[in-house]
């Protein structure tokens, strides 16, 4: 049986690693994403709902630490994987969304069309954007729709960070379940799961 000594000890070890990591990549976002980071369509991309209970700004910061999370671990197995690409990659896949009911006529459309659109949104941020990162960001749907599949290991680390975080976001709706307004989410189920379809 490990000693009380022993588990706070663990535990302290486990905690200093994870606020390490998290250090790790708030500097990684900010040496190669500032451009993005600094850019008034992210300001904008706070302010405007994404999947249900999210926004889109949120959405962003989940898929940009789990991508940077998952470069790490993958640079530990010795696979070269290209950080600067996959943070400006994730931070601006869904820039295209902003101002989604002024563009899109409706949310298959969007969800078509976005990719495309947050390419030239990310073009105007970053100078000399590499065609590598360019392919991140218009093929992240990826396997969702008619997106083409990531064409290089950074566009399927995003792809499937975006499919992880957006599953988080939209089962957030879980836990207004626990703050007793359950009624709604059943009635919501529906939308819901076209959502989830939708990923
Ligand atoms: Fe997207
Ligand atoms: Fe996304």
Redesign the pocket.
Known sequence: MRTPYYESTMHRQIREKREDRKERIKNDLQLYGEDVLNSEEMKEAFQQT?HRWSTVGE??FR?AFSSVMICYALKKLNIKVSVPAVVIGALC??LGILGRDGKYSSSKEMSREHPKESVTVARDLVADMPEKTEDIIER?MWPAGQSKAPNSIEGVIVSAA?KY??VKDVVKGSDVKKTGVKYYVRDEKEKIKDLIKDL
Do not use: E, G, I, L
């Open positions: 994404h959405h962003t898929v896949h869904d992240h975006d975080s957006a």
